[in-house]
């Protein structure tokens, strides 16, 4: 018997699972190019005093005007960056429009 048939299942998962990870890499590849590089980073820490009392329920606002649809665009004064919020649970990071 040739090396071939002795190892045919061996090669094809092999070859299977090589495909599947570059699959996965152009993948990652292509949806990672069209976000913008961060400008700015800003942490928040919360602070872990006790609860306030509810506040009063305010009248419901105006509906505001639709946005872009597709890509991040932010307004005339803001720049993409990471917020980063310490809470006492844990930490969480959030990629959006900062005011400059």
């Given at each position: 018997m040739s090396f071939l048939r002795r190892n045919a299942l061996t090669i094809g998962l092999v070859?299977?699972?090589?495909?599947?990870?570059?699959a996965?890499?152009?993948?990652?590849?292509?949806?990672?190019?069209?976000s913008p590089a961060a400008v700015t980073t800003v942490t928040v820490d919360v602070a872990t005093g006790p609860t306030g009392p509810a506040g009063a329920r305010g009248a419901q606002?105006?509906?505001?005007?639709?946005?872009?649809?597709g890509s991040l665009s932010c307004p005339t004064g803001f720049v993409p960056g990471h917020l980063v919020i310490n809470a006492p649970k844990g930490?969480?990071?959030?990629f959006t429009c900062i005011k400059q």
């Open positions: 070859g299977t699972l090589a495909l599947a990870g570059a996965g890499f152009l993948a990652s590849v292509a949806f990672s190019a069209g606002g105006p509906t505001g005007p639709a946005g872009a649809d930490q969480t990071t959030l």
